[in-house]
T-cell receptor
């Protein structure tokens, strides 16, 4: 069973479109995250949710809107896509108070044309 | 705020040779330290972590790392590398207060390990 799963794995779309990436974890963790990895492999946190509550919202355009329907799911919706949004987006989860390591999904590669 | 520096963006090594990937961190409080590996087109996998206790930490795939508080370093080592170790390696840090928090990890820029036959 995949611990942290993201869909879709690949996403190719036109500028101006709206798209969503879904994430689910079956580890029973209480915290979930979205990270963005750019073309130089740099990883930057975008959002974190703890028990469905937004904890971190880094300097991210408000075109990006995370939604956590429950502790096991954290989706990312992006409006009005721009060329600079092309990246790999990683979902991750962790459990507070237990070592602090993050478990990552396989990533979703978004290409905006 | 904490930060991580990986000085080497790329490290070429011959197969079966030893390797060290360098990581330095900056923080005014205690931290937890991690090394992750990313194989091509895959997610990140935890290699090892330092939370407290023994400063020499052993991880998966024969890797180990040593926490050095005075030098604020957490270098990753392997005595003999294989072609399959070719990947991107990331050092990461988070604040070491109890509870872990929901602040996530701060990553270094990564080191691309290239194993040459």
């Amino acid at each position: 069973d995949t611990a942290v799963s993201q869909t879709p794995k690949y996403l190719v779309t036109q500028m101006g479109n709206d798209k969503s990436i879904k994430c689910e974890q079956n580890l029973g963790h209480d915290t979930m995250y979205w990270y963005k990895q750019d073309s130089k492999k740099f990883l930057k946190i975008m959002f974190s949710y703890n028990n469905k509550e937004l904890i971190i919202n880094e300097t991210v355009p408000n075109r990006f809107s995370p939604k956590s329907p429950d502790k096991a799911h954290l989706n990312l919706h992006i409006n009005s896509l721009e060329l600079g949004d092309s990246a790999v987006y990683f979902c991750a989860s962790s459990q507070q108070g237990v070592g602090g390591e993050l478990f990552f999904g396989e990533g979703s590669r978004l290409t905006v044309l | 705020a904490q930060s991580v520096t990986q000085l080497d963006s790329q490290v070429p090594v011959f197969e079966e040779a030893p390797v060290e990937l360098r990581c330095n961190y900056s923080s005014s409080v205690s931290v937890y330290l991690f090394w992750y590996v990313q194989y091509p087109n895959q997610g990140l996998q935890l290699l090892l972590k330092y939370l407290s206790g023994s400063t020499l930490v052993k991880g998966i795939n024969g890797f180990e790392a040593e926490f050095n508080k005075s030098q604020t370093s957490f270098h990753l080592r392997k005595p003999s590398v294989h072609i399959s170790d070719t990947a991107e390696y990331f050092c990461a840090v988070r604040l070491g207060y109890s509870g872990g928090g929901a602040d996530g990890l701060t990553f270094g820029k990564g080191t691309h390990l290239i194993i040459q036959p």
